[in-house]
Structures are given as structure tokens and as C-alpha cells.
């Protein structure tokens, strides 16, 4: 009997052929825990860090539900095209070859997606504002939904996304399962799960840190003012072979990229001000290995799933434990081990020190940074 068969999920060849390409021989506790409960069409909150399953928890069930019902359609809202087109990669690598999807993104050219949906595709990956825009102008009809899945929903919730969301889930022909799989859940989140969820919805959450518990987490202290050397510095001293490195002021993209690279480092950048073919050839190069260094804004990196990312370097500090939480989990996944290096002056050693607290992790300090 397969291991995934006890979840109650119907394993076929194909399915077991699958899950064996990558790697997967069971599922992680969080899967054990949400595919019931999913494949049962309850609505659920899965809240657990990143790493530790929840695409599979629900894609897995809902795949198969699709499957077996040609009126079964099932929505992922997804907060960016890079997050959106991993989980349709995901959900096309297990789904039956006769199941048809598509993706729904911003940055895709709109009148073939409509084309697409003409074609009555069951499993529909998008981000929140090309469906929202899809369903308004009558495309994507409200009551064709069955099952609505909101991926990181702290990131999809904007004020004009909530409100619309609101506006669609309020709708009399809305009677869709509705999934949350998230690392945080913040109250924008609680507040919607609250007025359109089942009162009687299973909540899975992960107890302590929401970290992977193989991330090592280090603080490299700047006496002076934070610069491009000092991360040069930092990459040659630790040997660090691959790295994700997050900033929040975009106009230090350019600046780190010409700095690594004038000295030998090779790098990439990833930010919202590139166009898809810019961000989907920098990304590629980071994941074959041809630059050591990829540098990314918090909004371009959301979602990013390299394998066998070793660090995450954190340029400036994040601005709360949510969005650390985001950062750090790029790395580790897959039981591996990994490294998260935020690089603070004097004055914003309190922040880290803040969220560590709050995420009960432990911070080691690197000495002799100048």
C-alpha cells in the first residue's frame, strides 16, 4: 500500500510514478493532517511554514477531485507569476494528462488566457488580479468554482484584492470549498476566514517556529554604514556558494549587481521593474548555477522555490517576522540545511533581535565585521 493511499487519496501508476520523480516517498505531516480533510470538501486553514508540504496538501486532493468530476474547477490565487506558475508546474506533474489547466497571470498576454478558458480548463493557477479581472468580465463564471484556494494569503490580501475577493465570495452563486495554505496569518486573513469560511473549518497549525528547525541563523553587525563591500566581503568569507539576497530600497539592485560583479562574483538580479523574460532568465541562471548571487526585492521574490539554495542573505533587515519568516524559508527545503545571514549596523541589531524573539530562533553573531 502506498504511503499516500492512507491519506485516503487514490494512487494510481501514474500518480505513484510521479510522486517518485521527485523524491516523494510519504507525506510530510502537514499532507498526513489536510488531504482528509480536503478530499472531504471541508473548508481549511493550513498554516505551517514554508518547506513543509502545503502545495501538495491541497493540490493533491483537489487534482483528484477534478479528476473524477468534469463540473469540479478549482482556483489558486497565487500573490505572484512566479509563485503561480510553480504551483501549475506542481499540479501539471501529477494531474491525470486528460485534465486540462491554465494559468491566469499578469504578465501574460490576456486575450490567449481567454482562449484558454473557452477550452474549460479545471485547474486554474493565476494571480489575484488577472482572475479577479477574468470573473468580473464574465470569463470566468462565479458559480463554475468549486473550490477557491487562497496560496500565502497575508501577501494576496491587498486592500483592492480584498475587496473584490469580498465582493465575488459575497455573490448568492458562490458556494465554493475554500482553502487557505499559508505561512502567516495575519488579521486581514482572520477577518476573512471569519466572514467566508465554514464556522466548523478544520485549522491546521504549526506548533513553536514556523522555521524549519535545519536553518542556522546569523547576525553580521556593521560598525559603520551597511555597503556593497561589506556584502562582497561577506560572500568571499563565508564561501557561500549560492545565494538569494534580499533588499527593501530597490535602488540598491543595481549597486550590489555591479559590485559582485566588478569583482568576480557572478550575479543576477530579480525585481518588479524587470519584464517576464528578464526575471524568468535571471532566475533559470541562478537555478543552472551560472551566477552565485541572485539579488531580489521582497515583492519580486515572493514565492521563489530554488533547490538546494544553501543561503539567504538578507542585505537589510526585514521589516517583521512575517517577512523574515518568507526570506529565510527559501532555504532548507527538502530536509536539507541552510544558512539565513542578516546584515544589521549598531542601530538596527534591535529589529533582528525582535523578531528572533518572536520567531524563537536562535541568532549567532559574526564577529570581526568592519
Known amino acids: 500500500m502506498h504511503e499516500f493511499a492512507k491519506t485516503g487519496l487514490e494512487i494510481s501508476d501514474a500518480l505513484a510514478r510521479s510522486l517518485e520523480r521527485e523524491g516523494i516517498a510519504a507525506p510530510t505531516a502537514v499532507q498526513e493532517a489536510a488531504i482528509p480533510a480536503v478530499l472531504a470538501g471541508k473548508d481549511v486553514v493550513v498554516q505551517s511554514g514554508t518547506g513543509t508540504g502545503k502545495t501538495l496538501a491541497y493540490l493533491l486532493p483537489l487534482v483528484q ?6 463540473e469540479f474547477r478549482v482556483v489558486v490565487l497565487a500573490p505572484s507569476p512566479e509563485l503561480a506558475m510553480q504551483i501549475l508546474r506542481t499540479a501539471e506533474a501529477h494531474k491525470p494528462t486528460t485534465l486540462r489547466s491554465a494559468s491566469l497571470v499578469g504578465s501574460g498576454n490576456i486575450e490567449r488566457q481567454k482562449d484558454r478558458l473557452k477550452q474549460h480548463p479545471q485547474v486554474i493557477v493565476g494571480t489575484p488580479g488577472r482572475v479577479l479581472e477574468m470573473i468580473f468580465a464574465r470569463k470566468l463564471p462565479t458559480r463554475s468554482i468549486k473550490a477557491l484556494v487562497l496560496d500565502e494569503i497575508d501577501q494576496i490580501l491587498s486592500e483592492q484584492n480584498e475587496a473584490e475577493l469580498r465582493e465575488i465570495c459575497s455573490r448568492p452563486e458562490f458556494d465554493a470549498q475554500i482553502v487557505v495554505a499559508s505561512a ?4 486581514r486573513g482572520d477577518a476573512f476566514a471569519q466572514d467566508f469560511m465554514d464556522p466548523e473549518r478544520v485549522r491546521l497549525q504549526l506548533q513553536g517556529s514556523p522555521l524549519k528547525q535545519n536553518i542556522r541563523h546569523l547576525v553580521a553587525v556593521f560598525a559603520g554604514q551597511r555597503d556593497e563591500a561589506g556584502l562582497v566581503r561577506l560572500v568571499r568569507e563565508l564561501d557561500v556558494d549560492a545565494a538569494l539576497v534580499f533588499v527593501k ?3 540598491w539592485v543595481p549597486k550590489l549587481f555591479h559590485a559582485l560583479n566588478d569583482r568576480g562574483i557572478p550575479c543576477a538580479t530579480l525585481s ?3 519584464d517576464k523574460r528578464q526575471r524568468a532568465e535571471a532566475l533559470e541562471s541562478f537555478k543552472r548555477r551560472e551566477v552565485r548571487v541572485l539579488v531580489a526585492t521582497d515583492a519580486a521574490a515572493r514565492g521563489l522555490d530554488v533547490k538546494d539554495l544553501s543561503w539567504v542573505i538578507h542585505f537589510e533587515p526585514a521589516n517583521d517576522k512575517e517577512a523574515y519568516l518568507h526570506r529565510a524559508g527559501r532555504t532548507a527545503r527538502a530536509g536539507k540545511e541552510g544558512t539565513s545571514v542578516v546584515m544589521v549596523t549598531d542601530g538596527e541589531r534591535p529589529i533582528i533581535e525582535r523578531q528572533a524573539r518572536e520567531l524563537k530562533i536562535e541568532l549567532e553573531e559574526l564577529r570581526s565585521q568592519r
Not at 184 to 187: I, L
Request: charged fraction near 25%; hydrophobic fraction near 40%; proline fraction near 6%.
Open 184 to 187: 502567516t496569518f495575519g488579521k
Open 272 to 274: 518588479a521593474a524587470g
Open 249 to 251: 530600497k530597490s535602488f
Open 65 to 70: 477531485r477534478a479528476a473524477g468530476d468534469p
